[in-house]
């Protein structure tokens, strides 16, 4: 049953699973919000994280994007956690 | 306005139809199909950096402008910025949106900005293949009916769509807005756009979207309205009203509204159905970005182009051209034909001499560096359109973050290798002047072309791999220290790397054969003349006894320093106008060469002064200040490099 969900940073998200958007952190800079809402990253939208190292990959719809860690690492998501 | 068929820009007169969208959706590709003019085309973005124009075959009245891919309005980037200005500056019939069938979402975004200007719009949804490939299903009537605008599916590659597109090009209206901002922002663009209308009313946009595009603070559109009297005035009320401070500042809020639209909108006329894995795109992909496997693969993509150019191009090719049909048949003939005619004296010395325009110019030309050439831009087009190179940014990241630049300058680099003049242009797809300047030095000093990397590659080659991979190593550490170095002294911000990376793809030889054949012809037009012009200068420097002398002036540096022949000399003043050229003048010096010679003379040419076309190219985009200072550091770094191997080599005992 799902029960709560947790926050967490894209770059704790384990390869493979399956999470929601939930915000940009303040330390990333205008342009650069911009340009993550260009590539559709919105509020909600599901990410899959398919890599890590030596970027953060992740399926948006289908689009493959690679982040640097100092981006990812500044955007939270949500992963539905159980009880 | 939004609804009106017959807008400002639908006005008798114009017949100019415009193809905007992202970046690597098929634009170049949907140009070609539309008006039979090639374009290069790639599978990774920021192929195209200048508008392209070109007649359209379905009205021989109309023209076509390709421009260059937009992630996103207001323009950012340089390639943005461009397209922009072929907005602003265009009497435009109207605009033709391609997007990619599979990112709708995506699409809708740009669309939400587009459906603005006050333009008619049709939108094809581009690589309708890959979004079945992928269960995605669009219903293009419903969202044609929501934007009331034609809208098309289309597969460029195969012609698929194209000839329905044309047909929908008389019925494109302006579109139905795609939203309403909020109340407060409504209002701003409001104030905006009646003061635009009033004040400095655009020829052709609407007043709508020029306000939205301002408060977003599109510096082109910026740039425009200074032009215009109280222009500046203006811009200053505008920045008043939307001041960037803060969060949410007004472009980030309007660009997250037009998100949320595209959003809604996508989700209401998509249909995602489970469909299997393309396992063999997804598995190179994955490879070709892996943190273990990547650079392995790296390593055997390069030594495939190393067996392709360097053994088959220049070992076997070369072989073939230069010595059984150039040296053996057509040589001996077109020189008995010239002393048969001109009998013996300086005309007939000019043409088939030692330095003869035929003996030396054409043959360097064609039998030594074509087919060189020609190998090469076969592998390079084939890992183009595969979509590797986009995937190198990923793993060449850290690497480039060391220079102060990000993974994406990987692109030009690699360009670069093909032609180091059109990577300088290419240069324009990075976000930073900055990042311009640091990559445009390292091409400048540090990649060989294709031409002279096949040169190379046959000499170093046929000595052995060692000797070609030392000298690669040599050109490597020597560009990373520079760029480190680079990166220290040229102060400034680094943008971090997010990039799109596009599906990997089995090539289209159709597309590679094109791409190659395309850069053959601009090759041999750009080369041969030059080639002609070295050799004429040679022949003129021999004829009149300065030869010598600057092979004896230059003997402290070539032998003294660099431990080569004085013959070398030679091949240095024909650096001065290509390193290629230059390098092949080494090449014939072959067997005179020990290796370590030839892994020095090669990589004294190789940071040697970059050809004519890409210091030209350099003045373009960076001014000549920077040029000449650029050109002031290349020269004496690139003897001293070569001395300083020359030596250590010497040291360690290689020879």
Not at chain 2, 176 to 184: I, K, N, Q, S
Not at chain 2, 239 to 250: K, Q, T
Not at chain 2, 280 to 287: A, H
Request: overall charge neutral; proline content about 5%; charged content about 15%.
């Amino acid at each position: 049953m799902i029960a709560h969900t947790v926050r967490i940073r894209l770059t704790g998200t384990p390869t493979g699973h399956r999470v929601r958007l939930a915000e940009f952190g303040e330390e990333i800079d205008p342009l650069q919000r911009e340009q993550l809402l260009a590539y559709g990253l919105v509020a909600q939208q599901p990410l899959t994280v398919l890599q890590q190292r030596p970027m953060t990959l992740v399926l948006c719809e289908h689009m493959e994007l690679a982040l640097e860690h100092g981006v990812a690492h500044h955007i939270w998501v949500e992963e539905e956690a159980r009880n | 306005m939004h609804h009106s068929p017959l807008s400002p820009a639908s006005t008798p007169g114009n017949s100019t139809l415009a193809l905007v969208g992202h970046p690597n959706v098929g634009k170049s590709v949907l140009f070609h199909r539309l008006t039979g003019t090639y374009v290069n085309v790639s599978n990774y973005p920021g192929t195209t950096v200048e508008a392209a124009r070109a007649t359209a075959r379905f009205d021989r009245t109309a023209s076509l402008l390709d421009t260059p891919g937009v992630l996103a309005l207001p323009s950012r980037s340089d390639d943005e910025r461009a397209t922009m200005r072929a907005l602003l500056s265009e009497n435009l019939r109207l605009i033709v949106q391609v997007g990619d069938a599979k990112n709708l979402r995506r699409t809708l975004n740009l669309t939400a900005l587009l459906a603005e200007l006050g333009v008619p719009l049709v939108l094809t949804l581009n690589m309708a293949d890959e979004a079945r490939a992928c269960g995605v299903d669009i219903d293009t009537a419903a969202l044609a009916g929501e934007l009331e605008i034609p809208v098309v599916a289309t597969v460029a590659t195969a012609g698929e769509g194209v000839a329905a597109l044309t047909d929908h090009f008389a019925h494109a209206k302006v579109p139905a807005p795609l939203l309403r901002y909020d109340a407060e922002t409504e209002q701003v663009i409001e104030t905006v756009s009646t003061l635009l209308a009033e004040s400095v009313p655009h020829p052709h946009l609407a007043a709508r979207g020029l306000a939205i595009l301002l408060l977003g603070r599109d510096s082109e559109v910026e740039r425009w309205l200074t032009t215009q009297a109280t222009g500046s005035d203006i811009l200053t009320r505008i920045h008043a009203l939307a001041p960037l401070a803060g969060r949410d500042s007004l472009p980030a809020r309007l660009a997250r509204q037009r998100g949320h639209a595209a959003d809604a909108l996508a989700r209401t006329v998509t249909q995602q159905s489970a469909v299997p894995d393309r396992t063999l795109s997804l598995l190179l992909g994955k490879i070709a970005v892996h943190p273990l496997w990547g650079g392995p693969l790296l390593l055997a993509v390069l030594y495939a182009v190393y067996l392709f150019v360097g053994d088959f191009g220049a070992g076997v090719l070369v072989g073939l051209l230069e010595e059984n049909l150039f040296a053996d048949i057509l040589n001996p003939g077109i020189k008995d034909f010239v002393l048969s005619h001109l009998g013996q004296g300086w005309l007939a010395d000019m043409l088939v001499g030692e330095y003869g325009l035929w003996t030396m110019g054409m043959t360097y030309a064609l039998a030594l560096i074509l087919p060189i050439v020609t190998t090469f831009f076969l592998a390079f087009g084939v890992l183009e359109d595969s979509g590797y190179f986009t995937r190198l940014s990923v793993i060449a990241n850290r690497v480039f973050a060391s220079f102060g630049l990000n993974g994406r300058a990987v692109l030009p680099m690699v360009l670069g290798l093909g032609c180091v003049t059109m990577a300088t242009l290419t240069t324009r797809i990075l976000h930073t002047p900055r990042e311009r300047l640091i990559t445009t030095f390292l091409l400048a000093l540090a990649i060989p072309c294709s031409a002279q990397l096949g040169v190379v590659l046959g000499v170093l080659g046929d000595i052995s791999f060692g000797a070609a991979a030392l000298w690669g190593l040599c050109v490597v550490l020597i560009l990373l220290f520079t760029g480190w170095l680079a990166g220290q002294l040229i102060k400034g911000r680094r943008v971090p790397l997010v990039t799109e990376l596009p599906p990997m793809r089995m090539p289209v030889m159709g597309n590679v054969l094109k791409k190659t054949t395309g850069r053959l012809k601009w090759y041999l037009a750009e080369v041969i003349p030059l080639f002609l012009l070295g050799t004429f200068i040679m022949f003129a420097l021999d004829h009149f006894g300065a030869l010598p002398w600057i092979i004896e002036a230059g003997k402290p540096i070539v032998t003294g320093w660099l431990g080569l022949p004085p013959e070398a000399s030679a091949a240095f003043v024909m650096g001065f106008l290509r390193r290629d050229f230059g390098a092949t003048g080494l090449f014939v010096l072959g067997s005179q060469l020990s290796a370590l010679q030839a892994v020095v003379g090669m990589l004294t040419l190789t940071l040697f002064v970059p050809c004519i076309a890409s210091v030209m190219m350099i003045i373009k985009e960076q001014g000549l200040r920077t040029a000449t200072l650029m050109l002031a550091i290349i020269m004496p770094v690139a003897f001293f490099i070569g001395g300083l191997v020359n030596h250590l080599l010497r040291f360690a005992g290689f020879s």
